[in-house]
């Protein structure tokens, strides 16, 4: 499927969808959908509740997806975190059981980076939560080797539950070697389900996976693990997908014999009942002219998707019906997980309560707007990391909207605020590139915003006009300005300009591979973003922040 293909399956509306897929669709005032289509069922009933992109929310969060204060607290005006998880997953679990329901939980991966518990804890906190709640299976995400292979396995090796993603290849006798499964074969009620997971290949430039891991081809992979279930006998295939929900429709599309997809990555918001949101199920039609529920349940612990699943002789799924949950404050959280928290949120606790700065107005640093579009927090550092650096002859920053991870609220802010924004420990990276290789880097950076790419630039000292009309890779990008001594001047191709960045994009992180291979007298600082960050609220407080026209759209 092209590019061009798959902007117009995606503009399709789910009615679209669902009669090219020869489905009928009905959602309901509560926001429930329903499919069915005309092949005929087996009776075999599955239901599937599903998380993705915790990103170390192992306590409840705010609605900037950061830390609940506690006066949010008190108002009841928190949500999600592992406790109130686990009692939305068993109370679900235990109304099935007295239904005598089969059902499944899943995790599609990202459970790590995001919080200091990570950051303490190398996501060993995260998986000692699941191993309390109990999952039947987790893909891994991109963020699960931000540590590297070897923390890696630290943390998948006190898993007590299964981890597949058939698309890693892992070198024979490494620290990873025997804990990532090929596939998994998950019995209910005498019927066999196969279970497939895909990480993204983007890992190896978005993470650290190291240089004895690699990834195949998502759907190359599929077409052939597919086919290996159904010579087995195994017709009920489920694929768990960190892949972000793009490609989960292109997969979806490509290969044959996929009953449905539990995805992630991609941070899609998929509900019935809220504006705005992607419509949960999304629907495509197969090869072979199925129709292939895909699910996706946000992030951070917001949301838990469930799904119960209706399957042909086949396995097509020939009958659907769910939606996603939000897990406020009726979902009370567990007591036993509460307990599990509590001793390792000391050390975390005394260092999130410092003060840093006031803020007079919130910061916007939601995804749906740094991987978009010129937003306030994308503003904010790209001014921290400038003024850093005021005393260099450096004019430009670039920041990647991936890296900023929340947003913030009105009023004191403190270190953890800073570090839930900013979680990733990158440090400040000063490099000179020319006005040619920042141009490409801008045009790179634009080319994903479709999918909801990381690599979004948001900048400080540079304006630019963005046209999202125009094909990726043919000039999106126009207008192109710089801040000098007297005022704007026109981006010169052939001059040298002083540039801050962070480590990650320095060395080629997000596919900024031209920073890394053409910029000169590159200089990491070691200084944390985060504490960058801290020192320029802190200097401007009461801090405001401010669009000013940097990308225009």
């Known amino acids: 499927m092209t590019k061009r293909d798959l902007h117009k399956t995606t503009a399709l509306s789910r009615r679209g969808f669902l009669t090219l ?3 009928t669709l009905a959602v309901t005032g509560a926001g429930k959908f329903t499919m069915t289509t005309a092949q005929a069922g087996t009776g075999f009933k599955l239901t599937v509740l599903h998380i993705n992109d915790m990103h170390s929310r192992v306590d409840e969060i705010s609605r ?13 005006n928190c949500y999600g975190g592992a406790a109130r998880l686990a009692t939305a997953i068993r109370s679900r679990r235990e109304a099935l059981d007295g239904a005598d329901m089969p059902h499944i939980t899943l995790d599609a991966g990202d459970q790590s980076q995001g919080t200091l518990y990570y950051t303490t804890y190398g996501g060993q906190a995260e998986v000692q939560m699941m191993n309390a709640i109990g999952f039947d299976a ?15 396995a630290e943390m998948l090796a006190l898993a007590e539950f299964p981890i597949v993603s058939g698309n890693i290849q892992v070198a024979e006798g490494t620290p990873l070697d025997g804990l990532i499964g090929d596939h998994l074969i ?24 190291g240089d004895d891991v690699s990834f195949q081809d998502e759907i190359e992979h599929l077409q052939e693990a597919v086919a290996r279930l159904k010579a087995e006998g195994v017709d009920k295939i489920l694929v768990l997908s960190h892949v972000g929900y793009v490609r989960d429709q292109q997969i979806a599309a490509e290969v044959d014999g996929i009953s449905a997809i539990i995805g992630g990555h991609s941070h899609t918001l998929m509900s019935n009942s809220i504006d705005d949101a992607t419509a949960y199920a999304g629907l495509v039609e197969s090869p ?13 612990s917001r949301f838990m998707g469930e799904v119960e699943l209706e399957f042909g002789e086949d396995g097509a799924v020939v009958a659907a019906s769910g939606d996603t949950i939000l897990l406020d404050a009726s979902f009370e959280p567990a007591e036993d997980i509460e307990a599990l928290i509590e001793p390792l949120r000391g050390p975390i606790e005394e260092m999130t309560r410092q003060p840093v700065a006031e803020l007079a107005a919130g910061i ?19 001014d921290a990391m400038l003024a850093e650096v005021a005393e260099q002859d450096i ?13 913030m609220g009105e009023g004191t802010v403190t270190l953890g605020d800073v570090l839930t924004v900013l979680p990733f420990q990158n440090t400040l990276y000063t490099l000179e590139v020319s006005g040619a290789t920042l141009l490409a880097a801008l045009e790179h950076g634009v080319n994903g915003v479709e999918e909801g790419a990381g690599r979004f630039p948001q900048v400080g000292g540079i304006r630019f006009r963005l046209d999202l009309s125009v094909d990726p890779d043919a000039g999106r990008v126009s ?16 001059a040298t300009y002083g540039l801050v960045t962070n480590d990650f994009m320095a060395g080629g992180g997000d596919g900024y591979a031209m920073l890394r291979d053409e910029g000169t007298n590159g200089y990491d600082t070691a200084i944390d973003l985060a504490e960058v960050l801290a020192r320029h609220l802190s200097a401007n407080e009461p801090f405001a922040p401010e669009i000013d026209g940097r990308i225009l759209q």
């Not at 209910?188 to 650290?208: A, N």
């Not at 004019?395 to 947003?407: M, T």
């Open 364 to 382: 916007d640093g939601s995804r749906e707007t740094c991987r978009a579009q010129e937003c306030e927090m994308g503003n904010t550092v790209a």
């Open 288 to 300: 072979s002219g199925r129709a292939v529920p895909i699910m996706q349940a946000f992030a951070f």
């Open 395 to 407: 004019r430009i920053a670039l920041a990647n909207g991936g890296g900023l991870r929340a947003s």
């Open 21 to 23: 897929a020869g489905a």
């Open 64 to 76: 900037f997806n950061s830390n609940c204060s506690p006066s949010d607290a008190e108002e009841g």
């Open 186 to 209: 998950i019995e209910r009620d005498g019927e066999q389900i196969g279970v497939l997971g895909v990480t993204t290949p983007d890992t190896v430039f978005l993470s650290s996976p």
């Open 138 to 152: 987790m893909t891994l995400g991109n963020h699960e080797f931000n540590r590297g292979p070897d923390s890696l």
């Open 479 to 494: 207008e192109v300005e710089v801040m000098g001594a007297d005022g704007w001047e026109t981006l010169d191709m052939g």
